[in-house]
């Protein structure tokens, strides 16, 4: 039973457009999410992150919003560029209680377009 | 540089050879972390280590071990590899069980 999901495999914008990113979890414990970018044959790389007392965390292009009460976060990539394409994780975790692991999505490949 | 260092970045192996992936970090993190990403399955935590000395199983501790002599060092152990082990094996660090973590390369692993 998935906690965290991507329920997009794959995703593909042309540059310059908004991509936007989807992920839905099912533990109302979660109160940490982030999300990590990964490129082939490279370990993933920490993008961004947003406490659960926030809605909305911004840095650069790149800005994720969360809605507790549907249970569902977003990841947007303004203006999209060739560079991002890559394979984009949305992971969770509850910071406080017995069980701290870190809980993950499969993922989403955005494939951004000249 | 800040970094997570895996080794061997690929590696084939038989059936049943002792095999260990390195790990080290210089962050002086105390939380490490061991994963395997397999197609379809994402993700998935082995082990991981809250501190030197102190470790616990996570997701798919089976055929695996790991140990914490420093903070530094976190090897995974594959007694007796198998087949089902093929997978590409992540190690990661955080200063904390409640950050985001930094990953390694990633070790691409065959066992034939």
């Known amino acids: 039973d998935q906690q965290v999901k991507q329920n997009s495999p794959s995703l593909s914008v042309q540059e310059g457009r908004i991509s936007i990113l989807n992920c839905d979890y099912t533990n109302s414990m979660f109160d940490y999410f982030l999300w990590y970018k990964k490129y082939p044959a490279e370990g993933p790389t920490f993008l961004i992150s947003?406490?659960?007392i926030k809605d909305k965390n911004e840095d650069g292009r790149f800005t994720v919003f969360l809605n507790k009460s549907a249970k569902h976060l977003s990841l947007h990539i303004v203006p999209s560029q060739p560079g991002d394409s890559a394979v984009y994780f949305c992971?969770?975790?509850?910071?406080?209680?017995?069980?701290?692991?870190?809980?993950w999505g499969l993922g989403t490949s955005l494939a951004v377009n000249p | 540089e800040a970094q997570v260092t895996q080794n061997p970045r690929y590696l084939i192996t038989v059936t049943g050879k002792k095999l260990t992936v390195t790990c080290s970090q210089n962050m002086n993190h105390e939380y490490m972390s061991w994963y395997r990403q397999d197609p379809g399955l994402g993700l998935r935590q082995i082990y991981y280590?809250?501190?030197?000395?102190?470790?616990d199983k996570g997701d798919v501790p089976e055929g695996y071990k790991v140990s914490r002599k420093e903070k530094r060092n976190f090897p995974l152990i594959l007694e007796s590899p198998s087949p089902n082990q093929t997978s590409l094996y992540f190690c990661?660090?955080?200063?904390?069980?409640?950050?985001?973590?930094?990953f390694g390369s990633g070790t691409r692993l065959t066992v034939v």
């Open positions: 947003i406490s659960s």
């Open positions: 280590s809250m501190n030197v000395e102190v470790t």
């Open positions: 992971a969770a975790k509850s910071r406080t209680g017995n069980n701290r692991k870190l809980i």
């Open positions: 990661a660090s955080s200063l904390s069980d409640s950050g985001g973590y930094t």
